[in-house]
């Protein structure tokens, strides 16, 4: 980062700069889109993911995390007040989850649209089953030059 006394001495040179903007760095759309983390793409985390019946400490560090599990998925009113935390106007610290969530990865980490962007996926959000990999093809490579990745073809999904 550019420290102050850097900068100011970047600006007393004025053959080489004419002005320093400030950016803000932000989340690159990582999920939950609220909350200013030091998280990456390659290093996220870490992530509790919630499990039907279990029951966490609502933070004003994790309600962020959490709160799209509360109030879609699982149909609460959700609401932060000054003296605390309300979930169907009542007040709490404590929430008990009513579903098993899943984190979704992609396999091509970089170009991948998975949890790390969308989040928490209820069950009922999961239809269906894998059965097999049907084709799989790396996209820095050309046709004839291994973009088809043959040993991943037509293999079994466990």
């Keep these: 980062p550019l420290t102050k006394k850097a900068h100011d001495a970047l600006l007393g040179r004025k053959d080489l700069v004419t002005a320093i903007s400030?950016?803000?760095?932000?989340?690159?759309?990582?999920?939950?889109?609220?909350?200013?983390?030091?998280?990456?793409?390659?290093?996220?985390?870490p992530?509790?993911?919630?499990?039907?019946?279990?029951?966490?400490?609502?933070?004003?560090?994790?309600?962020?995390?959490?709160?799209?599990?509360?109030?879609a998925y699982e149909k609460n009113t959700l609401e932060r007040k000054s003296d605390g935390i309300y979930i169907n106007d009542e007040k709490t610290d404590?929430?008990?989850?009513?579903?098993?969530?899943?984190?979704?990865?992609?396999?091509?980490?970089?170009?991948?649209?998975?949890?790390?962007?969308?989040?928490?996926?209820?069950?009922?959000?999961?239809?269906?089953?894998?059965?097999l990999v049907w084709l799989s093809l790396d996209k820095d490579r050309g046709w004839f030059n291994g973009k088809i990745r043959w040993g991943r073809l037509f293999k079994w999904a466990d």
């Design 94 to 131: 404590t929430y008990t989850f009513k579903m098993d969530y899943y984190w979704m990865m992609g396999d091509n980490r970089h170009n991948s649209a998975d949890s790390r962007y969308w989040g928490f996926v209820p069950e009922d959000h999961v239809v269906g089953k894998p059965i």
């Design 22 to 45: 400030v950016i803000e760095l932000g989340n690159d759309g990582l999920y939950p889109p609220n909350l200013h983390t030091n998280w990456t793409v390659d290093n996220y985390g």
């Design 47 to 71: 992530v509790w993911i919630p499990a039907k019946g279990t029951t966490i400490t609502l933070t004003a560090d994790n309600l962020p995390v959490y709160e799209r599990c509360i109030r």
